[in-house]
């Protein structure tokens, strides 16, 4: 049984070790309400009781919505949010993980809702009409996520698939970061969006960099201490990362083009070495089973550094 984590959801816009990150000793299945089985999971909203294979799931997350279908649970999902848009397949409906409607919800006859944030206080709203929810919040490091990954798949009946995965994530992320020597030392940047909003070491996201031995400017930013920081053009240029990451390339338009034209970054070493690299958005924001894909982009980009 995982520690239950703090309330609220961090701003992922997801190592220090890839040691396993089962989630361990929740409760074996046993007799439910209704005269079924059930499962008992920890989640950040404590001990959630389920069906032990919920044939109505609602996913508010991108990211779990990711995760249940690449676990097998897909056929048990019958509406997501308005920003689950991958896979292509899932049911996306009109619901928001912004505004949460429990009415709206309900009106699906959910047995399991799976939520990444609390906002207007959903998972209460629902848990007092006896709808269960399963609150997984951002990750905070590789563990989590696949802590996560895990309790998904106890909570929907695919526990074997849901470890082969995160065991297949391990092994790939491994496997890239062995054949990425040459960042360590390297600095970087990260960008969230054109307002040069960053993520520090301590977020998920940095952590991921950190697998790498790579140093992060933003680490030494003024309000550098809450994790996402907004730096000055100033800043940065005077910190003259080795490379620029994008993960603003859907949201704001944000390409290597683009950087080079703004005010001053054409003196930049990333952008004079070619070194400015678009990241997808979804993938670079998600600690789910697209992981390795980010992991990936950012091992590719290191290897092509002189």
């Known amino acids: ?19 396993a990150g089962c989630g361990g000793d929740d409760d074996p299945p046993s007799e439910g309400k209704g005269g079924g089985a059930s499962v008992t999971v920890q989640a950040a909203n404590g001990a959630v009781t389920v069906p032990e294979k919920p044939k109505r799931i609602v996913s508010l997350s991108p990211t779990h919505t990711e995760t249940l279908f690449a676990i097998g649970a ?26 949460p409607n429990a009415e709206a919800i309900i009106g699906y006859k959910p047995d399991l809702v799976v939520v990444s944030d609390d906002m207007d206080g959903i998972v209460t709203a629902l848990t007092k009409i006896k709808v269960p929810v399963l609150f997984e919040p951002s990750a905070k490091s590789l563990d989590e996520a696949y802590d996560e990954i895990n309790d998904l798949g106890r909570a929907t009946g695919h526990t074997a698939e849901a470890a082969k ?18 960042g360590k030392g390297r600095s970087y940047y990260h960008e969230l969006d054109n307002q040069l ?13 950190g697998l790498f031995g790579m140093r ?18 100033e800043f940065l240029l005077k910190q003259d990362p080795d490379l620029v990451f994008l993960s603003d390339t859907k949201c704001c338009g944000q390409s290597a083009g683009t950087v080079a034209k703004r005010p001053g970054f054409q003196a930049l070493k990333a952008v004079k070495g070619q070194n400015v690299v678009a990241l997808d958005d979804d993938i670079a924001s998600r600690w789910g089973p697209r992981l390795p894909l980010f992991v990936k982009a950012i091992g590719d980009a290191i290897q092509r550094t002189r």
């Open 165 to 182: 995965l995160t065991g297949d994530m391990r092994a790939s992320i491994q496997q890239t970061v062995a054949a990425s020597p040459k």
């Open 74 to 99: 897909g056929p048990q999902v019958v509406a997501v949010d308005d920003y689950s848009n991958h896979p292509g397949d899932a049911p996306r409906t009109k619901l928001s993980s912004f505004k």
């Open 216 to 233: 992060n400017i933003a680490d030494r930013a003024e309000k550098a201490s809450d994790g996402y920081p907004q730096l000055s053009r």
């Open 1 to 19: 049984m995982r520690p239950v984590r703090a309330l609220g959801a961090a701003l992922v816009i997801g190592m220090v070790t890839l040691a």
């Open 197 to 209: 909003h960053t993520a520090t070491s301590k977020t998920f996201v940095g952590q991921v960099y």
